[in-house]
Structure formats: C-alpha cells, structure tokens
C-alpha cells in the first residue's frame, strides 16, 4: 500500500511539472501568432468594390453658368446620380460626396476626408464645362512617387505622415491607368476625348486612383450640338463610365507595400512614358477645369500617349 501512495504522489508530481512546462511553452506561442496581424495597422486594403464620386461645387459656389443659365452644380449632380445608378447595377457601393444641393455644402477638405476613409478603387470628381466636346479627363500634375523608396518590406514605411498636397503623389500611376481606361472606353464610344493633367484641388490630396471627369456639350461636325444638359448625353457618358470602372475593378490590385520591386530599369521606364505623356499634353491648347481654378491642356490624341504610359509602368510600380 506505501508503495501505491509514493507511486500515486510521484505520478501528481510528474503531471504537475509536465502542465507547467506545457504553459511556459504556450505563452510565447500565442504572443506571437498575434504579431502577423500588425501590418494591418499600416492602413487599410482597397476596397475594390467601392467607388467615391465627387459632384463638384454645390450650395453656395456654383460653379460655371452654362449654356441656357444651367449651374455646373446643378449638371454635376445629375451626372452623378446617373452614374450611382450604373454602377450599383454593375455591383459597386458607391459613396457620393453630395447626393442634394444645399446651402450647407462639404468644404472640398471635408469632401477629401470622405475619399481617403473609404479606401476606394477610384474617386471620380465631376465636372462640366460649356467650351470643348465631348469628356475631358484629367489626372493630378504632381510627380509620382518612387515606388522602390519602401520597396524592402519595411513595414514602418506605413507610418511616415504624407504631406497634404502631395497625398496623391503616391497613387498617380494607377490614376494614370485609370484615365487611360477610361479616355479608351470613351473613345471606343464615340464620344470625344481630352485628356490632360491639372494641378487641380482635391485631386492632389486624394489618396486612391482618382481622376477628374469634365462634360463638355457634344459637338458634332455637320449637325446639332447636344448640351450637358441632355439626359440621354449624361446617360450615355455615365453608362460608358461605369463600363470602363467595372473593367478597371476585375484588373487593379491594391498596392502592396511589402512587396519586393526589383525592377527599377523598368520603373524607370514607366515614369519616363508618363514624362512623354505630360510633354505630348502640355503642347496642346488650355482648357478650364469648370470653376475650380486650374487648368490644363488636352486634346484627344493624348489618349494613345497615356495608354502607352499604362503598358510601360510595370504593376509592381503601382
């Protein structure tokens, strides 16, 4: 019986050491399969089913006064909401900065703060226009930023403040793509296409692909000039929008900050074709971007030369 009890005791104190040595153990395993969740604090993904529109001006600026005394404000919004309607069709969520005209409208650094929360896939700022034809589309004029500066899978890199007008900086290759598919889906359209870039607010202190959308009445030669007041002409331009945006959603991919980009000839190469791109711009005639104060030069044979910036960057410069 002695020896049962001293078995018994040295059992119990075997099974205690081995359930200490199990905890010990334990501990550090899971402290540590905590610590791949956080990249995650450098900043959301992209949510590339969601797209922001931004109707330009609004309660008390009005923006240009168009053909027949129509507000630009008046006509952005109604563009706006024909493209909502597209585009939830083509299964995007859409986050409007105004949806109404009221005399307490967003500040444009108050509609800015509405795009970067929301990680979207694009931001469209809509404008009008009663000079030019067709769709005038325009990216940032701010020099893109050197993708192979955090290219080493410094995680911290995430946490470096961007200055507010040059947020864009870090996303203008990929609103360089986005104009580029969306001047070629005008264009496969029929509708007329400038393209050009402006240093224009809020597209520089925009943080996601984002572009300036400008209707301009349709003018065609030999017949009538259809105004941007036309609700077929907003219709068709919304439709071709969203068609180009659901195109350009099933081939982006978020940029991904960990990534290695070992490639700086061919970064290099990219930026030069955006370089060729802006000289082809800038030798074209000015237009005015509705009332915002910038302007910018653009003719429709700019296309080509920002669809060949979009071929040339490579998509680990994004």
Not at 292 to 307: C, E, L, R, S
Request: hydrophobic fraction near 45%.
């Amino acid at each position: 019986m002695p020896s049962r009890k001293h078995a018994a005791v040295l059992l119990a104190a075997l099974a205690g050491a081995a359930a200490a040595a199990y905890s010990s153990r334990a501990q550090p395993q899971s402290q540590s399969s905590s610590q791949p969740q956080a990249p995650a604090a450098a900043g959301p993904a992209m949510n590339r089913n969601l797209v922001v529109l931004d109707p330009a001006h609004g309660g008390p600026d009005a923006g240009a006064t168009l053909a027949d005394h129509a507000l630009e404000k008046d006509v952005t919004l109604a563009v706006a909401a024909r493209l909502r309607a597209a585009l939830t069709g083509a299964g995007f969520t859409v986050v409007s900065t105004r949806d109404a005209d009221t005399l307490n409208a967003l500040t444009n650094d108050q509609r800015t703060e509405i795009v970067n929360r929301a990680h979207a896939v694009a931001c469209i700022v809509l404008h009008a226009t009663g000079s030019g034809s067709g769709v005038h589309v325009y990216t940032s004029a701010l020099e893109p930023s050197d993708p192979q500066d955090n290219a080493d899978g410094d995680l911290s890199a995430g946490f470096v403040p961007v200055p507010w007008d040059f947020a864009q900086a870090g996303s203008v290759r990929q609103s360089l793509r986005l104009a580029s598919d969306l001047s070629a889906a005008l264009e496969t359209g029929n509708l007329p296409v400038a393209a050009g870039r402006a240093a224009v607010r809020p597209l520089d202190n925009l943080m996601c692909p984002a572009v300036a959308v400008e209707v301009a009445p349709l003018v065609v030669a030999g017949g009538d000039t259809t105004p941007v007041t036309d609700a077929d002409y907003q219709q068709r331009v919304a439709g071709t929008l969203a068609g180009a945006l659901r195109a350009w959603r099933a081939h982006t991919e978020p940029p991904d900050a960990g990534a290695k980009a070992d490639s700086k000839a061919g970064a290099k190469t990219g930026a030069q074709a955006i370089a060729d791109a802006d000289a082809k711009t800038s030798a074209g005639a000015g237009d005015r971007l509705g009332s915002a104060g910038g302007t910018a030069a653009g003719a429709a044979a700019h296309t080509a030369a920002h669809t060949a910036a979009h071929a040339a960057v490579p998509e680990g410069a994004q």
